[in-house]
């Protein structure tokens, strides 16, 4: 039988998903620059509602995934990988809650917090699907691989910012112009979202849950 939680997962997953999309392409967010303005500009409209929504439905999607890995008994509650996707969430919990620095007003103390939350949530979902993605498909290569894939090229993406960084402290100019910031982004948040979307679908039409040694950490 199918995973209930892993297909609200997701669902849910695909449904924020859209709705992020469609800011590219509605009035009036679709007059940010995609390549330069990072995916948290769109907040500081009038659409600033509909940025949350989309948000607060990944997150939701993520928790329903990660509640179908442990249901099918392949990690444990207090796992590592649990831990990680626990913070991916908070993470984006966070994002909504502590809108990014208008730098037309200034820098502020919400602003900064929404900068590292963001950091957090890129790199820990990624990691979570590395760790778990061989306990969710033992015998599914192609599927363990595809979630592996995705997480990998998250990090990938990231990576090209902390380069940017370490140049601009050796003198090279600012990271946010090492790179085009908004496209990067983008790709780092879709490649995580396929990353746990890959594993939410693996589970959706998931075997009986077997009794199997769960991962300890």
């Known amino acids: ?3 209930r939680s892993a297909l609200a997962s997701v669902l849910t997953l695909l449904f924020g998903s ?3 999309l469609s800011l590219h392409v509605l009035p009036p967010t679709n007059e ?4 330069r303005r990072t995916i948290s500009e ?13 948000v607060l439905l990944v997150a939701l999607g993520s928790a329903l995934g990660f509640a179908a890995v442990v249901r099918h008994r ?25 809108t990014k620095t208008d730098w037309t007003v200034g820098p502020s ?20 699907v590395l760790l778990v993605a061989h306990r969710v498909f033992p015998d599914r290569s192609a599927w363990r691989w595809a ?17 940017g960084v370490i140049r601009m402290g050796m003198g090279y100019g600012p990271w946010w112009r090492f790179v085009p910031l908004g496209l990067v982004e983008r790709a780092m948040a879709l490649a995580a979202v396929a990353a746990i979307l890959t594993l939410a679908l693996g589970l959706v039409r998931g075997r ?10």
């Open 1 to 3: 039988m199918p995973s």
């Open 18 to 20: 859209v709705l992020m």
């Open 32 to 35: 940010i620059n995609p390549e």
């Open 42 to 54: 769109y907040a500081l409209g009038p659409s600033k509602w509909l940025f949350d929504l989309a």
């Open 74 to 98: 392949q990690v444990r509650p207090y796992s590592g990988p649990v831990a990680l996707g626990a913070l991916w969430i908070a993470s984006l919990l966070t994002v909504v809650v502590f």
């Open 109 to 128: 103390i919400g602003g900064t917090i929404h900068r590292y939350a963001s950091v957090v949530g890129f790199v820990s979902l990624p990691l979570a």
């Open 147 to 163: 979630a592996r894939g995705f997480a990998a090229v998250a990090l990938g993406w990231f990576g090209l910012i902390v380069v």
């Open 208 to 217: 009986k849950p077997r009794d199997v040694a769960l991962m300890p950490v």
